[in-house]
């Protein structure tokens, strides 16, 4: 009797739980090329490299994180060269010209002025 009682309350929590996987939500934790589909139009193709992540150590050579693969300054990306790696962005040059990437594509960082208070 315990057995198939068991089963029932196992099922009955279980159910919940498939039914919320396979609805489609999108999970949040997914890097931004999982995304990109939602940013290009919806063709569920990247337009080009993401940058993910920047890592700046004091004191060491900075890394960037561009479609999953780590890149340091002078290392290659398809055809371009890192050029640059900065707080919010990387800079690669390649044939076409200087390419920037941005951690917040279409967010610009800027300085506030100090105000004199007399």
């Known amino acids: 009797m ?3 009682l068991k089963c029932i309350v196992w099922a009955a929590l279980l159910l919940p739980v498939a039914a919320i996987a ?3 939500l999108s999970d949040p934790t997914r890097p931004a090329t999982a995304t990109a589909g939602a940013v290009d139009g919806g063709a569920g193709m990247s337009v080009g490299p993401v940058l993910q992540s920047v890592i700046l150590p004091k004191g ?3 890394v960037a994180l561009v479609d ?3 890149l340091r300054v002078g290392d290659k990306l398809g055809d371009g060269v890192v050029t640059f790696i900065g707080e ?3 800079k690669i040059k390649g044939p076409a010209g200087v390419e920037v990437l941005r951690l917040t594509p279409g967010v610009e960082k800027t300085s506030r002025r100090k105000s004199r208070r007399n």
Do not use: I, L
């Open 68 to 70: 999953g693969q780590e």
């Open 22 to 24: 396979q609805s489609g």
């Open 88 to 90: 919010a962005q990387v």
């Open 60 to 62: 060491g050579r900075p």
């Open 2 to 4: 315990v057995a198939p």
